[in-house]
């Protein structure tokens, strides 16, 4: 399963696969479009609402741990899915966890902007 291809014929290949996950993931995950809708939000509310430039980019660079994890959640269930159909304690605990991860990428967020919005409207 080598791959051979070197310099720009790699990175296209990279791109394209990335590209091919990420639309994938929108058109098959629930999850992962109402995640992007947010992040909407996310961007249009960082660039408006935090004191510093240093806040926005903290609030960007931590909501785009949301997506990531979720891409990763949707790998494992797709894994899971692909091994069996069957119900199994071990794969219940591999999406479980996937699961958590999402959870806490999603606290991680919220806790972000608590700070933020703390120091934006509470702070003199």
Known sequence: ??????????????MSATLDGLSE???REAAFRH??????LNLVLALTIPR???ETGVLLV???TLPM??????????????VTKDWDERAKRAK?????????A????CASWAVVLFRRFALP
């Open 1 to 14: 399963m080598g791959n051979k291809d070197k310099g720009l014929s790699h990175a296209r290949k990279a």
């Open 25 to 27: 993931c929108f058109r």
């Open 35 to 40: 995640e992007c809708l947010v992040g909407i």
């Open 52 to 54: 510093t430039w240093t």
């Open 62 to 64: 931590v909501y785009l």
């Open 69 to 82: 994890v979720e891409l990763l959640n949707s790998a494992v269930e797709e894994t899971v899915d692909m």
């Open 96 to 104: 479980d966890y996937g699961s958590a991860a999402v959870f806490i």
């Open 106 to 109: 999603i606290a991680l967020v």
